[in-house]
């Protein structure tokens, strides 16, 4: 750096020749907003679950369900049943299945009771959804939950639940505490 300024102010021109001033963008348009993210597999997903109602039922027991469901091992009261039905019993942990195949279902409910029973939960929900898009064949997610779940030895009841908590769309699962 030299002392005399009018070579700084010339050196400084000299380095600043190629440079141009900015438009002002304040006049600009603001950017588009971008697209809401989509899930990547989820209209395979749903081809499936459809695919699956379409399918003709491979055991007839599955279709016999109704709208609400219950069932109690032959140990356990009647009263321990209605309780549970009535929403008497604290929800440890819930699980959603809406959007799952019937194979997809069974994994996560068995990792779900696995977990809630290593963490000695007495009761869990799991939301299985009422079937009104499933086709001919019947709430595909609910039948599978209530076949899958009275082969479970760990549960001991399970009902539809109160409206509120999901009605016929959903069950309070009792778990053995060991």
């Known amino acids: 750096m030299s002392d005399d300024p009018d070579h700084d102010s010339q050196t400084f021109r000299e380095a600043m020749r190629d440079v141009r001033r900015l438009r002002d ?3 600009r348009a603001p950017p588009a907003p971008k ?3 989509r899930a990547r597999f989820t209209r395979a997903d749903q081809q499936e679950v459809l695919r699956e109602s379409l399918l003709p039922p491979s055991d007839e027991a599955m279709l016999a369900t109704g709208d609400e469901l219950s069932f109690r091992r032959p140990h356990i009261p009647e009263s321990v049943l209605v309780k549970l039905r009535r929403g008497h019993y604290t929800v440890d942990a819930e699980l959603d299945l809406h ?7 069974k994994a996560a409910m068995r990792e779900f009771l696995t977990e809630a029973v290593t963490r000695r939960m007495s009761c869990v929900r799991i939301i299985h959804g009422k079937g009104r898009g499933s086709g001919p064949r019947g709430p595909v997610l609910k039948n599978v939950v209530n076949q899958w779940l009275q082969r479970i030895d760990n549960i001991q009841a399970f009902g539809s639940a109160r409206q509120v908590d999901g ?7 009792l778990l053995r505490v060991k």
């Open 25 to 27: 963008t304040s006049k």
């Open 167 to 173: 009605g016929s769309g959903a069950v309070y699962v």
């Open 35 to 37: 697209p809401p993210p």
């Open 99 to 105: 959007g799952m195949t019937g194979a997809e279902a």
